[in-house]
């Protein structure tokens, strides 16, 4: 069993010890992103939508550095603070991902980190 790390020079250094993406046996597994700014890595303001976006526009760039797109991805997890967020989160996701949608989990949580509102983690099939 061999793991390589896949990390995208486009996005600010991680805030923990892990990866943004791992690979291994087939598949590419993505660590949950929240919404930080890609220059600063603070958390960017503006709500739902704002932070729907700039995640995906985060994943976008580990997607490549991967040699991947969202059309390879197979499953999603969304981690919303506010199950009220669902049809706003929902408009903008619809707008990166075409058929056949992966597979997709959205669960309310507590807590997430920086503070965000959203936080979304992918699996692509390498």
């Known amino acids: ?24 046996d087939g598949f590419i597994f993505f660590s949950g ?39 390879d991805v197979v499953q999603a997890c969304v981690f919303l603070m506010s199950m009220n967020d669902f049809a706003a989160m929902n408009g903008i996701y619809a707008k990166y991902f075409s058929q056949p949608f992966p597979a997709r989990t959205t669960i309310a949580v507590a807590a997430l980190a920086l503070g965000a509102c959203v936080e979304i983690d992918l699996v692509v099939k390498a």
């Open 1 to 24: 069993m061999s793991k390589t790390a896949i990390t995208s020079p486009e996005l600010a250094p991680l805030i923990g010890p892990f990866s943004q993406a791992v690979k291994i």
């Open 33 to 71: 992103l929240v919404a930080q700014d890609p220059a600063t890595g603070k958390l960017i303001e503006g709500g739902i939508v704002a932070e729907t976006d700039r995640i995906l526009q985060n994943f976008s760039a580990v997607l490549k550095a991967a040699g991947k797109g969202f059309d």
